[in-house]
């Protein structure tokens, strides 16, 4: 009776045991791994977290001489304010029609690049292609804005030439709507060579033997694109769009403000360059915070969502 009652209680203490030692081993094998991620951290937690103390300026009527400590605490009336303060409501909506059509805009032109990019037989011409698009997204926006605006400009050389045929000049940086669409397609422009490479590389994971099939059946290009190429490349797209909805109020503030101007903050005003202007240059710290904060919320919200469709949808995950 006695050793039948011991019997699970060792098997018990067997397998923690083993599991112990599987632990250790592993521990053994990647702690230089941990090791090296250590600066890294500790980097992370000095100008990422450390930094999050100041939240509590969103709460207060902060004031620079009485500092965190001795500013006076106003609760939730900065998030009221901001609510009610009309600019507000219009700094929101440009980011998010901003911010929508660089991610569909963003998701569809590296999409259909990489099906026309994979079909290219030449491996050289191939490379070349793929490395003159990829080269703008290792451009800062500093050099980029300085280039638009000098392009576009109403005695730019775009201008000169739309002038030259008849067209007329339009006001690129100067008029509301125009200002959008050369924001999304510069910065699609920027950025779609660095998306390509990701389809790409979902390219290559497909089985060649899948398209020499389809080619003894008979199938043309178009339909070994549309029946086998696409297939392979809608789980990733899936991931990369469901992603980037954690990023549907990040407008780009390096662009948007190397860009704008005061002609088109009715239509081009972002979150970032509204919390800039509001805090920094006007001094409204605290309402500033308060902003920044209500778009971090958000932004975290959505994050979490996105995380969630793309593992519900593609079998995404991180962890």
């Known amino acids: 009776m006695e050793s039948a009652i011991n019997e699970p209680l060792k098997q018990s203490t067997s397998q923690a045991n083993k599991q112990l030692n599987r632990s250790r081993e592993k521990w053994s094998r990647t702690w230089p791994l941990h090791l090296m991620l250590l600066p890294a951290a500790i980097a992370t937690f000095i100008f990422a977290y450390v930094p999050m103390s100041g939240l509590i300026m969103a709460f207060q009527d902060f004031k620079p001489y009485d500092g965190m400590l001795g500013s006076k605490f106003i609760g939730m009336e900065h998030f009221r304010f901001m609510f009610e303060y009309p600019d507000s409501k219009q700094v929101i909506w440009n980011t998010l029609i901003i911010s929508g059509l660089k991610i569909v805009f963003g998701l569809i032109v590296p999409f259909v690049f990489a099906i026309l990019l994979n079909e290219v037989r030449k491996m050289l011409f191939k490379r070349v292609v793929q490395t003159l698009v990829y080269l703008p997204h290792f451009i800062s926006w500093v050099i980029l804005g300085a280039i638009l605006t000098d392009m576009l400009g109403s005695e730019g050389v775009v201008n000169q030439v739309l002038n030259g045929l008849g067209i007329g000049a339009i006001p690129w940086l100067m008029e509301g ?143």
């Open 177 to 319: 709507d125009w200002f959008r669409f050369t924001v999304v397609v510069s910065d699609i422009w920027q950025n779609f060579g660095f998306n390509t490479i990701v389809f790409l590389a979902a390219l290559s994971g497909v089985n060649p033997s899948l398209y020499e099939a389809a080619e003894v059946d008979g199938a043309t290009r178009w339909k070994q694109t549309i029946h086998i190429t696409m297939p392979a490349m809608i789980p990733i797209a899936v991931v990369v769009g469901t992603l980037s909805l954690g990023n549907i109020l990040n407008g780009g503030f390096d662009q948007i403000f190397n860009l704008y101007n005061s002609l088109v903050y009715d239509k081009g005003d972002i979150i970032d360059t509204f919390v800039y202007r509001t805090a920094i240059l006007n001094g409204q710290y605290s309402f500033g915070t308060a902003v920044g904060l209500f778009k971090s919320l958000i932004g975290l919200i959505l994050i979490v969502f996105s995380y969630r469709l793309a593992f519900k949808y593609a079998g995404y995950r991180i962890f």
